[in-house]
């Protein structure tokens, strides 16, 4: 497998994509860059490096934003034509025709375009959280080095899932042109479809919104439904992580409305944040199980032939 492995690590980093890769980090760091550090320190909540990835000041959408709409590319991008193409110019066959395992072949893609988005996130964010201390003139504190941690390993599994669901494409289509498609129509169709057909569920079962318990239950059924889609998962669990105090109102819906004033002022600490989005990063990890289950069983099982 680590033959495979470094072989899949040149072709991402030798390849065109690579421009790709090496685009995506640059524009999210100028994007970072672009922030109106004065104007943040001079409204912010004492989480200036937080606020570099949520912040709006001065950019027309904030770097988190920019990542949860374009990072799925990338991982589209490593993954829709793994599996095809090879089988298509019939080097899959010389491959498994060696002594190789098919299982080495599938996870050595797998754990290489893996680590290709790890160095990518990685990269973009401490090249903003060096540019914030640059401009800042400081260095992030222990509760905020852990929030971005934490925020990247979110990012990374949330990547992982469009790696998974392309490599699936892969494995169940024999066109690479299909399979870009199809890729690319689930990933519309999950973040996008899913949050409006949650918010029609939610206003066919709670169609009057007049009390406390209505708005509960209509709150309660679109949160729910919307977590069918990774990018809602994705994006409730960074909004707990970078937003201390705002990501806050997540867990005090229930809480009586004269008692929330006290408590939104009191940001969550950081082990609190983790312990909250520990349910989003194993819902996340165990979609990227159940794609990965379904491709690497149709592959273990399909006849290839030269």
């Known amino acids: 497998m680590r033959a495979i492995f470094w072989k899949e690590m040149a072709d991402h980093f030798g390849r065109r994509r690579f421009v790709l890769l090496f685009g995506l980090v640059v524009m999210g ?18 989480f200036f490096f937080l606020d570099l990835f949520t912040s709006r000041i001065g950019i027309p959408i904030s770097l988190l934003t920019f990542i949860s709409l374009f990072g799925p590319v ?16 019939g080097t899959l066959a010389r491959v498994l025709a060696q002594p190789v395992y098919r ?18 996130v990685w990269s973009m964010g401490i090249s903003v959280v060096g540019l914030g201390m640059f401009r800042l003139g400081m260095a992030p504190a222990g509760e905020e080095v852990i929030r ?16 998974a669901m392309a490599m699936t494409a892969s494995v169940l289509l024999r066109n690479t042109v299909t399979s870009a ?9 999950l973040s996008f479809f899913v949050t409006i057909a949650a918010s029609v569920l939610a206003d066919q079962l709670v169609p009057e919104v007049t009390t406390s318990e209505q708005a509960l239950r209509h709150f309660n059924i679109l949160t729910w ?37 006290g408590l939104l002022a009191t940001p969550v600490s950081a082990g609190q944040s983790l312990q909250l989005v520990w349910p989003h990063i194993v819902a996340l990890v165990a979609m990227v199980g159940g794609l ?10 399909e006849e290839i032939r030269a």
């Open 292 to 301: 990965l289950a379904v491709s690497y069983t149709k592959f273990m099982r």
């Open 103 to 120: 299982d080495a072949v599938f996870n050595g893609k797998f754990l290489a375009g893996l680590l290709t988005l790890t160095i990518v």
């Open 181 to 189: 498609l199809i890729s690319i129509g689930l990933w519309i169709g």
């Open 74 to 89: 990338i991982g589209i991008a490593l993954g829709f034509d793994s599996i095809n193409s090879e089988r298509t110019q």
């Open 29 to 46: 760091t100028l994007w970072g860059v672009l922030v109106d550090t004065e104007q943040l320190v001079r409204q912010g909540d004492g």
């Open 148 to 163: 971005l941690i934490g925020f990247g390993l979110v990012t990374i599994a949330y990547l992982a899932f469009w790696l």
């Open 225 to 261: 439904a919307s977590r069918l889609s990774p990018g809602a998962l994705f994006t409730e669990a960074v909004s707990i992580l970078l937003d201390p105090i705002g990501g806050r109102v997540l867990t005090l819906i229930s809480v009586a409305p004269e008692r929330l004033q």
